[in-house]
């Protein structure tokens, strides 16, 4: 059974940096892109970022551009997404997702595994 496994959240204040990591078992994330998604309250979960299975290729949504990095360690089979300069709209569960593919997606519904996401909070 594939489990993913996000981490790396909390509470930081506007301005602040947090880095997500990602992790999997039941199967290796090398040969798979992965997605980073968040929904906050009230909102759609909508696509962040996502890498490719080489990390060679990347997508950022353009809210984030500049300001998320997305890369993946594939001897240990984890992906980061790293936050920087967070606004109080950044506030929401971040989730990792894989996919049965090693090209990226930006929308959820390419990506079969999913993780039960870790909360980001960005206060004023």
């Known amino acids: 059974q594939v489990q993913l496994v996000e981490s790396g959240g909390g509470l930081v204040q506007a301005g602040g940096s947090l880095r997500l990591s990602c992790t999997t078992s039941?199967?290796?994330?090398?040969?798979?892109?992965v997605g980073w998604f968040r929904q906050a309250p009230g909102k759609e979960r909508e696509a962040v970022a996502a890498i490719n299975w080489s990390g060679g290729s990347t997508y950022y949504a353009d809210s984030v551009k500049g300001r998320y990095a997305i890369s993946r360690d594939n001897a240990n089979d984890t992906v980061y997404l790293q936050m920087n300069s967070l606004k109080p709209e950044d506030t929401a569960v971040y989730y990792c997702?894989?996919?049965?593919?090693?090209?990226?997606?930006?929308?959820?519904?390419?990506?079969?595994?999913w993780g039960q996401g870790t909360q980001v909070t960005v206060s004023p």
């Open positions: 997702a894989s996919r049965d593919g090693g090209a990226w997606y930006g929308a959820e519904q390419y990506y079969g595994y």
């Open positions: 039941g199967r290796t994330f090398r040969n798979y892109a």
